[in-house]
């Protein structure tokens, strides 16, 4: 049914001058468009709506994530830009911050400024 159409990313925040910086700046996102109602980002062809919101109280999982051939690149070039990756008890994470799943999959998890959890995976 929707197999052929395109899907569109959803972040929220409280503070859009904030969320601005951070996904265009820090992240390096183009943003297409801001309005009172949200922020757009194009990300690699896809639309990230960081929509404005009144209260919000983030998520514990990961909202947005990211796949990318060279995860340690990535983490040094965001940990330079400011970016703090997230430690979680139990988890067994190598100095980058990195969780190797049973499948292989390397992921390394950080915040954006209103605590919304994103990730970064290496298949």
Known sequence: ???????????????????????????GLKLVSEDPFA???????????????GEFTPHPFTVLGWETPD????????????????RFPGMKQNDLGVWTAPSGGKIAWFKDPDGNT????EF
């Open 1 to 27: 049914m929707l197999t052929s159409n395109r899907i569109v990313a959803f972040a929220a925040t409280r503070d859009p001058k904030r969320a601005k910086a951070f996904y265009s700046d820090t992240l």
């Open 39 to 53: 922020l757009v980002f194009d990300v690699h062809g896809t639309m990230l709506r960081v929509t404005s919101v």
């Open 71 to 86: 995860i340690a690149s990535d983490i040094k070039n965001l940990v330079e830009a400011g970016v703090k990756f997230e």
């Open 118 to 121: 994103l990730s970064l995976t």
